[in-house]
């Protein structure tokens, strides 16, 4: 069964500061990877996808992230983080043929301190 | 372009109540998916709908839960005889047809549901 896995559910960080953001996935082909923000009482806003091609795929609001496909893995990075980007993060896959739902993980809560 | 719209926001309901949330797909949109989120965990898919047909309801509660995505107007999802077990917060996503970009599900800004 497909599953996704973030493996810290809060992460502090320094306005400025660098930011990585762990995914691993479970699913036997190459899915469809992407990360969504939600800020507090809102909805999920899309920041990235990758679908096929280069590896490193860039978002909005300086954020991008890497696939790696020998460590299931699609991690999010920032260089520097703003107080703007606390909220929770999530990663979702979605599968290639088949089912047309996302897979979500149980998301990273970043909080930025001054 | 509007994005996502649903309704109500917020939505209060006592145990045995109906419960029904809206949803408008974004413009040309014509997949919509329902999701619910319960507190501190991830979205869990329920159902997947094009218009006027269920195409996956695996997620979807076997009893008191229905979803429908008529030719006219929005998608409902309804929840009968509401438990507190039901709170959560309800997500919408819809995608363009099959060949646009179908893959990539756009968000509403949820109804967040809360059982007396």
């Known amino acids: 069964a497909q599953s996704v896995t973030q493996p810290d559910i809060h992460i502090t960080v320094s306005e400025g500061a660098s930011l990585e953001l762990r995914c691993n996935y479970s699913y036997g082909a190459t899915p469809y990877l992407f990360w969504y923000v939600q800020s507090p009482g809102q909805g999920l806003q899309l920041l990235l996808k990758y679908f096929s091609g280069d590896t490193l795929v860039q978002g909005i609001k300086g954020f991008e992230a890497e696939f790696k496909r020998s460590q299931s893995s699609f991690n999010l990075r920032k260089p520097s983080v703003h107080w703007s980007d606390a909220a929770e993060y999530f990663c979702?896959?979605?599968?290639?043929?088949?089912?047309?739902?996302?897979?979500f993980g149980t998301g990273t809560r970043l909080t930025v301190i001054p | 372009n509007a994005g996502v719209m649903q309704n109500p926001r917020h939505l209060v309901r006592r145990r045995g109540q109906e419960a029904r949330l809206r949803c408008s797909p974004m413009k040309g949109h014509s997949h919509v998916y329902w999701y619910r989120q319960l507190p501190e965990e991830g979205l869990k898919f329920m159902v997947y709908?094009?218009?006027?047909?269920?195409?996956?309801e695996s997620g979807m509660p076997k009893e008191r839960f229905s979803a429908e995505f008529p030719k006219e107007g929005p998608s409902i999802l309804r929840i009968q005889q509401v438990v507190r077990g039901d709170s959560a917060a309800y997500f919408c996503a819809s995608s363009p047809p099959v060949g646009a970009g179908t893959d990539t599900q756009y968000f509403g800004p949820g109804t967040r549901l809360t059982v007396l």
């Open positions: 709908l094009q218009k006027e047909n269920i195409i996956d």
């Open positions: 979702a896959v979605g599968l290639q043929t088949g089912a047309n739902n996302l897979f």
